[in-house]
């Protein structure tokens, strides 16, 4: 890249309460969002407690990490708020008090019919020569400092203090930071196979330290790739983007359903609508969770028209038409009982398509010829049934969820 070097960041999360779980830090996600959305990519996040020490230490470690550290957390008026006291150690200065802002804070309260309670005092105490930061919704207000070139900023924890100070106070001097660099990415979903799979197929091109870079994630079986190119203007990295799609489309062909945040069930919604398709749907283990990620997409009723949820051998013989003597032979959990279902449901229904699922979701049930997690899956259709035995490890949830991926993986192909 022949440009000059990139802006980074880094995030301190400070609070006892997030250690311990009682709050959780939506926080860091948003700063981070927003960061990466104006070119400045974050490099490294810290949670850590209400220790005057720690936080400078922490202060330390960020800005060698990064050129910008943004803070939330330890600004309010108790005890265990400590942030301001660490910032001005951190900078090697005193607290100074501000009488305009014990005002600013006495007619907040006075506004609300309140007495200022005196602890809150010391929300108008600021490191010598940083700039306070207004807080429209509260009392605790944020500061900003430079220290060796590098960009410091506090802000409240409560997350829409944070949020409004950050909007109003922080992003414009962020974004004058950021000129002269872009950050633009695509993401690819996947499914078919799984991360290590994905990097056979890719080989050099997932190497750290390239540009475009290509990160890879997971979650139920969706492998999610994004293309994150950097440079000097947004035309440039977004040339830098198309290249490597197109590379990364000719790579794994049919492995990608998708771009963006396109789920396997809108792709699948889609195409049904497109070819005029409808769908029925027969559960046993999966309890209704493919009928639900079809019908979580708007205008599902286009192509989605029945759902049965037979969870019991005498629902699938009341609902379905599975014979008994079948169910006595085979077991529920079997091809037969599953090609039966998907048949009972399509001629039931009507449709073009018709799923029938049945298995063992957990965590007990299973055996040593049918252990937890064994699925059979049948998709009926005018071409035939198309039946496959499947195994999942997980929990329960875990083989639920991946069952009724891969019945719309199998789908999509389909179409």
């Not at 501000?98 to 600021?126: D, H, W």
């Not at 000129?179 to 056979?200: D, N, P, R, Y």
């Amino acid at each position: 890249m022949n440009f000059k070097p990139m802006r980074k960041a880094s995030i301190i999360s400070i609070g006892n309460e997030i250690l311990s779980g009682q709050t959780v830090d939506i926080n860091t996600s948003y700063l981070s969002g927003k960061l990466f959305s104006v070119g400045i990519p974050v490099v490294s996040f810290y949670t850590i407690g209400d220790d005057v020490d720690l936080i400078v230490r922490t202060m330390n470690f960020a800005g060698d990490d990064a050129d910008v550290v943004l803070m939330t957390g330890g600004l309010g008026p108790t005890d265990d708020d400590l942030t301001r006291q660490a910032f001005a150690k951190f900078l090697g200065v005193e607290l100074e008090l501000q009488n305009e802002l014990v005002e600013e804070i006495r007619s907040f309260f006075v506004g609300r019919n309140l007495l200022m309670p005196e602890k809150t005092k010391i929300q108008a105490y600021m490191p010598a020569g940083a700039k306070s930061l207004l807080n429209k919704f509260g009392t605790a207000r944020g500061i900003m400092a430079h220290k060796k070139g590098k960009l410091f900023v506090a802000m409240p924890g409560v997350p829409v203090e944070m949020k409004q100070m950050f909007e109003e106070s922080v992003l414009a001097e962020l974004e004058r930071m950021a000129s002269g660099q872009a950050i633009v990415v695509q993401k690819l979903k996947c499914f078919g196979t799984g991360e290590s799979g994905i990097s056979e197929l890719l080989g050099p091109i997932m190497q750290r330290g390239r540009n475009p870079l290509i990160n890879c994630t997971s979650e139920y079986g969706v492998i999610t790739l994004s293309i994150i190119a950097t440079a000097e203007d947004k035309d440039k990295a977004q040339r830098m983007v198309d290249k490597d799609e197109l590379l990364l489309t000719e790579l794994l062909g049919e492995l990608i359903y998708g771009r963006g945040e396109q789920t396997l069930a809108e792709v699948v919604g889609e195409k049904l609508a497109q070819q005029g398709k409808t769908i029925a749907v027969a559960e046993s283990c999966t309890g209704g969770c493919l009928a639900k990620l079809l019908t979580d997409i708007a205008g599902a009723s286009r192509y989605f028209t029945y759902g049965w949820i037979t969870y019991s051998d005498k629902a699938k013989i009341s609902e379905l038409d599975v014979e008994p003597d079948l169910i006595e032979k085979y077991g529920s959990v079997s091809e037969q009982v599953a090609k039966t279902m998907a048949e009972g449901a399509r001629k039931k229904a009507g449709t073009d398509f018709a799923v029938g699922i049945t298995g063992i979701a957990g965590p007990s049930g299973g055996s040593g010829q049918k252990p937890v997690g064994l699925v059979y899956i049948s998709i009926d259709s005018d071409t035939g049934c198309q039946t496959r035995r499947i195994d999942i490890s997980g929990d329960r949830d875990f083989i639920r969820l991946r069952a009724a991926q891969i019945v719309l993986n199998m789908l999509r192909l389909k179409l």
